[in-house]
Antibody
Framework: EVNLLESGGGLVQPGGSLRLSCAASGFTLSSYAMSWVRQAPGKGLEWVSALGPSGDDTYYAGSVRGRFTISRDISKNTLYLQMNSLRAGDTAVYYC??????????????WGQGTLVTVSS | DIQMTQSPSSVSASVGDRVTITCRASQGISRYLAWYQQKPGKAPKLLIFAASSLESGVPSRFSGSGSGTDFTLTISSLQPEDFATYYCQQADSFPFTFGPGTKVDVK
């Protein structure tokens, strides 16, 4: 059974940094593409970033490009999202999700429970 | 970036009703469209991928159709557990984008 468990959220001041983790079980990260999606309080879903199965191809939303970095540690079977220069607009629940059938065109079929990031002074 | 729109933004319906939600892409995305259901405080759940393929375990009352720029999600007979918010997502090109959502609530 696929399980994704996010952690690392919390309160951070504007301009600060935070690293989110997504521990995967039931499958091997090195074989699957993964994504991060966020949801601001009371708002809709926003796709944030993705990492291909090779670990070399990365993709970002324009709103986070240059500030966020997606990566993984195969030995820990864990996906990361390094977030720098955080702004109030980055306040959201952040979900990690597995790309369906390892095909970018098929959506996101397994999701974690999310971790809340609050950017405030 | 490809912009996604949904209509209506909300719909009030009763158990047993047929509900149709529309999603439109700002440019053609072939059939690379996914639909999700989200309940308050929960992660989204994939319902439909590739515009019309039903995800495993999803009831057959859910169906999707469309290609190019116009897509629909239909719930043939609304059940109590279907009251939720529904999102479309284009999976054609990066950056992937979601629609703003359609809330289905009790009439």
């Amino acid at each position: 059974e696929v399980n994704l468990l996010e952690s690392g959220g919390g309160l951070v001041q504007p301009g600060g940094s935070l690293r989110l983790s997504c521990a995967a079980s039931g499958f091997t990260l090195s074989s699957y593409a993964m994504s991060w999606v966020r949801q601001a309080p009371g708002k809709g879903l926003e796709w944030v970033s993705a990492l291909g199965p090779s670990g070399d191809d990365t993709y970002y939303a324009g709103s986070v490009r240059g500030r966020f970095t997606i990566s993984r540690d195969i030995s820990k079977n864990t996906l990361y999202l390094q977030m720098n220069s955080l702004r109030a607009g980055d306040t959201a629940v952040y979900y990690c999700a597995q790309v369906c059938r390892n095909n970018w065109n098929y959506g996101l079929c397994n999701w974690g429970q999310g971790t809340l990031v609050t950017v405030s002074s | 970036d490809i912009q996604m729109t949904q209509s209506p933004s909300s719909v009030s319906a009763s158990v047993g009703d047929r509900v149709t939600i529309t999603c439109r892409a700002s440019q053609g995305i072939s059939r690379y469209l996914a639909w999700y259901q989200q309940k308050p405080g929960k992660a989204p759940k994939l319902l439909i991928f590739a515009a019309s393929s039903l995800e495993s375990g999803v009831p057959s009352r859910f169906s999707g159709s469309g290609s190019g720029t116009d897509f629909t999600l239909t719930i043939s007979s609304l059940q109590p557990e279907d009251f939720a918010t529904y999102y479309c997502q284009q999976a054609d090109s990066f950056p992937f984008t979601f629609g703003p959502g359609t809330k289905v609530d009790v009439k």
